[in-house]
């Protein structure tokens, strides 16, 4: 049998829910489910990854209210350092990565590559069949890690994706 992608790294530890933070001492990081009170932690660590465009207070509200049990976040004991948010498709078949934020003092510390992993490992677990996400197609750093995880490309850019001059690079995983 095959090792997935996310299997062979050497950068994951024993535990699926910790993980060892360099810069932050030797305090540890939990990854977890969301809670309502992780709500304005979640906006802060959203405007921190996307400052141009964060989502606004109640789309946020309302992904928490309709889709709580698949967002997964990143904790340290004093604050929220990332999330990913996922939502398949009603038949189950596909599910979509639709964020995946980290702040930007932690990125380049692998913490993205822990919360894809994770949402990997539930979505296997479910059978879902494939995973879709967009991606902006000048961000390297998330294209490498995509890529990485075994996301290809084939379909290229989809141009004015988001409307006009807001192309994104569509990825896809068959699990």
């Known amino acids: 049998m095959a090792a997935f992608p996310e299997e062979r790294s050497s950068s994951l530890g024993r535990r699926a829910d910790r993980a060892f933070l360099a810069d932050r001492g030797d305090r540890h ?16 660590v959203d405007r921190e990854a996307f ?17 709580g049990d698949r967002i997964l976040v990143l904790d340290d004991g004093e604050e929220l350092l990332g999330y990913i948010l996922f939502v398949n498709t009603s ?11 980290v ?9 993205g590559r822990r919360l894809m992993v994770e ?7 479910e059978r879902v069949h494939q995973v879709r996400l967009t991606v902006e197609p ?3 750093a998330a294209i490498m890690l995509y890529r ?20 994104r690079l569509l990825m896809t995983l068959a699990l």
Do not use: C, K
């Not at 400052?51 to 946020?60: H, L, R, S």
């Not at 990485?148 to 192309?167: A, I, K, M, T």
């Open 29 to 44: 990081l939990t990854l977890r489910g969301i809670t309502e009170a992780d709500l304005p932690e979640l906006l802060r």
């Open 51 to 67: 400052p141009g465009e964060p989502y606004p207070v109640f789309v946020v509200r309302q992904l928490y209210d309709i889709h």
């Open 138 to 140: 000048t961000n390297a």
């Open 148 to 167: 990485s995880l075994g996301f290809s490309s084939e379909e290229g850019v989809q141009r004015d994706y988001f409307g006009p001059d807001e192309h």
């Open 103 to 111: 702040t930007p003092h932690q990125q380049g510390h692998g913490l």
């Open 119 to 125: 949402a990997l490992r539930r979505l296997r677990a």
């Open 91 to 101: 038949d189950g078949y596909v599910s979509w990565i639709m964020s995946l934020a």
